[in-house]
């Protein structure tokens, strides 16, 4: 005796799937998933009875037919989903009843918006030359600091070698550590 199936139903784009399966991890593989459609109720249980019946005659292949479409579901089914019809373009009488006209606009005075972009160049001018200034006085003390590290360098080899001709002359006196 073969396992029992279950028949399983999803939407993949234009068509409606139905497959016979044991399990929802073999009804995934017969559509060639890897994602758990289950998992967010993109496929769920069949219940509508042309559906199982038409999938229990052929286990494990899934079967289509378009969405929204009460055909038979079919391995290479042949209809395409219907597509409404557009909405016919209005007479220009009905589009002038039913827009009505607008008035043309005033000119808006741009004289505020002006003022506020000129008040903004001159903050981020004014920035800019802040910038170059701190940036200048940085490079001062930094040439500062380089100019004090190697005269104490210097300052600092000169008493190390005091302390050594000192301590040399000490010993050579009679002196002890």
Known sequence: MGRKLKVFQAQFGF?????AAPSQSAALRA???HQNLFANGDAKVATDEAAVAAAREHPGTPLRR???????FQ???ASLP????PPKP???????RATPAAAPKASADRTALDAAEAGLRKLDDARRREEASL??????LDAAK???QGAYVEARKTATAAIVEARRAYRKAGGVD
């Open 15 to 19: 068509y409606d799937s139905v497959v």
């Open 31 to 33: 559509w060639g998933t």
């Open 66 to 72: 378009a969405v929204g479409s009460s055909d038979r």
């Open 75 to 77: 391995l290479d089914p």
């Open 82 to 85: 219907k597509v409404p019809d």
């Open 90 to 96: 209005a007479s220009a009488k009905q589009a002038a």
């Open 135 to 140: 940036r200048s006085r940085q490079a001062e």
């Open 146 to 148: 380089a100019a004090a």
